[in-house]
């Protein structure tokens, strides 16, 4: 699995758009691009993932480059309650012992403000 | 009707004593997961089930033995416990999913070694 490379830490008022980025320079052409966050004493929560075309669901929105090189998380109206740790993973699921593996980094630390 | 439910929350014990974490699926899923997180809150997966049967066994001591009763469960057994096993244990689960996989995170259990 690609490495991904993320800012240490994120600030974003609440009620406007928090956009994440990710750089996943190495991916490969079948590796998908996911996103957990943390949410402090939780465990991690799965949030949006896809493979080439942008993405949009009830909580975020996932941007991806033609390129694929690098991606944004879209979170339209940030509240206090998205304050978490936001994990950027690119995998390919190959069966076997790959299964489920995903390779946690340190993340974002996004912290919504009033 | 908690999807992923792990018990206890927290556990403190001493060193040398064995432990037991248990966990609980009701999503229907067929696989299962351990993941570790350390003090630096690197996530890490340890062991993986399918069906009851083990896909993946990461470089973990002998100590620790995942035991999977039925696919809705999947329990770790902790032996002569350690210092260094302090750490948060996240259970996660996951349907089949070809290439692409999504993970359902417990909110863990907090070992505590003394």
């Known amino acids: 699995d690609a490495k991904t490379t993320q800012p240490t830490s994120m600030d974003c008022a609440e009620g406007r758009a928090a956009n994440l980025p990710c750089n996943h320079s190495?991916?490969?052409?079948?590796?998908?691009v996911y996103w957990y966050r943390q949410i402090h004493s939780q465990g991690p929560q799965y949030i949006i993932h896809?493979?080439?075309n942008n993405e949009t669901n009830e909580m975020a929105s996932l941007i991806i480059t033609e390129d694929r090189k690098s991606s944004t998380l879209i979170l339209p109206h940030a509240t206090l309650r998205d304050t978490a740790v936001y994990y950027c993973i690119s995998h390919f699921n190959a069966g076997g012992t790959s299964y489920g593996k995903l390779t946690f980094g340190q993340g974002t630390i996004l912290t919504v403000h009033p | 009707d908690t999807a992923v439910s792990q018990t206890p929350k927290y556990l403190v014990t001493q060193m040398g004593n064995d432990k037991s974490i248990k966990c609980e699926q009701n999503?229907?899923?067929?696989?299962m997961y351990w993941y570790k997180q350390d003090s630096k809150k690197f996530l890490k997966i340890m062991f993986s089930?399918?069906?009851?049967?083990?896909?993946i066994n990461e470089t973990v001591p002998n100590r620790f033995s995942p035991k999977s009763p039925d696919k809705a469960h999947l329990n770790l057994h902790i032996n002569s416990l350690e210092l260094g096993d302090s750490a948060v244990y996240f259970c996660?689960?996951?349907?089949?999913?070809?290439?692409?996989?999504?993970?359902?995170f417990g909110n863990g259990t907090r070992l505590t070694v003394t």
């Open positions: 190495t991916i490969s052409g079948n590796e998908y």
């Open positions: 089930y399918n069906n009851k049967e083990l896909i």
């Open positions: 896809g493979l080439k």
């Open positions: 996660a689960s996951s349907l089949p999913g070809g290439a692409r996989v999504v993970l359902h």
């Open positions: 999503l229907g899923h067929d696989t």
